[in-house]
């Protein structure tokens, strides 16, 4: 008997979950990926002729919680209209009962697939550009909670978006009255691993905080600041946290300072927003002082001497040249 890949059972999953779009304005085009509480399907938008990345739900045992945390994902997308987050367009329920909602299709990669043979300058921009939506999220009171490579795509043109915002949670002040409820509601999906004595453990292993993986219900947007700083690390490493031992030479140590502080076990030893972050990053960048490194003296002057290194050896010749005119002037 022929064991089949998880690739192909994957796929025949989903063969067997193709929506009924049935009076909609969609035509299915094809199968796209799965998600945590349903499948991505690319679809043609016959109105306005353009291509649409549609979620619905899985059709096994769709749950009313499991349909309103979906319309609650395209909710959250809806309201955090950014650059960087992939822009949500229509939301609604199929004939068959199965909750949707339809995004931009991004053409481009993930992460993963973007970050080999690319240079450390080009990476840390990189980061930097993940930190625009997830502050501009975290002001508004958004917490993504599954910040990972795989959750960002890179497109075509160099954008950078930040992707998958099911397990995202909203600040009651955000919420009108009857969708705190929705928004409460914790169910386990692909990327649930255990319930502890606290509630369901909600991410992704690697890349979640220490509270997340605790199970704590009072998780702040500093979680994600440690999904960042994992991220950062699995640029500069290739491997998650803790995933593979790393010399410790292979990371340039105030870039290593960086990923500590984002990623310390307390979240108030932290970096407390992901602009702050991002403004060490610039600086080692820039070839300036790291908050999160205390450097020596040597290092301090190494830094100074790159930074500056075109003037310091310019001044450096007219002096050598002066000292010879003066020692070999005729007399």
């Not at 795509?153 to 009651?172: C, P, Q, T």
């Not at 409820?181 to 905080?209: D, K």
């Not at 075109?310 to 007399?331: H, K, N």
Request: proline share 6%; hydrophobic share 45%.
């Amino acid at each position: 008997m022929t064991q089949l890949s998880d690739k192909v059972v994957a796929r025949l999953q989903a063969e067997m979950q193709v929506p009924d779009l049935t009076g909609t304005r969609y035509h299915l085009v094809r199968y796209l990926a799965r998600g945590g509480m349903g499948s991505v399907w690319l679809v043609e938008d016959t109105v306005l002729q353009r291509r649409l990345a549609l979620k619905v739900l899985d059709l096994i045992a769709p749950t009313d919680d499991l349909a309103a945390r979906l319309l609650q994902e395209g909710r959250i997308l809806a309201r955090l209209e950014h650059p960087g987050i992939v822009p949500m367009h229509d939301a609604g329920t199929l004939l068959d009962g199965r909750a949707f909602y339809c995004m931009k299709y991004v053409e481009g990669q993930t992460l993963t697939q973007h970050i080999p043979n690319k240079s450390l300058p080009d990476k840390l921009r990189v980061v930097e550009r993940i930190a625009e939506p997830l502050d501009f999220a975290h002001a508004r009171g958004f917490i993504h909670r599954d910040l990972k490579p795989d959750n960002v795509m890179i497109g075509a043109f160099g954008e950078v978006l930040v992707m998958d915002w099911g397990l995202a949670k909203v600040s009651a002040s955000n919420l009108k009255p009857a969708e705190n409820e929705i928004a409460t509601v914790v169910l386990p999906t692909q990327n649930s691993l255990r319930v502890t004595g606290t509630g369901i453990v909600l991410g992704t292993p690697g890349y979640m905080s220490p509270e997340q993986a605790r199970g704590d219900i009072a998780v702040d947007h500093r979680s994600d600041i440690f999904s960042l700083g994992a991220i950062l690390w699995f640029m500069l490493t290739g491997s998650a946290p803790g995933e593979l031992p790393v010399a410790a030479g292979s990371v340039p140590r105030p870039l290593r300072a960086i990923c500590e502080k984002a990623m310390a076990a307390d979240p108030r030893a932290r970096y407390q927003s992901a602009q702050e972050m991002t403004a060490d990053i610039a600086n080692y960048r820039n070839e300036e002082p790291v908050s999160a490194y205390s450097e020596s003296l040597l290092e301090r002057a190494g830094r100074v001497f790159a930074r500056h290194r075109t003037a310091i050896v310019l001044v450096a010749v007219y002096l050598l040249m002066r000292v010879l005119f003066i020692l070999f002037e005729p007399r």
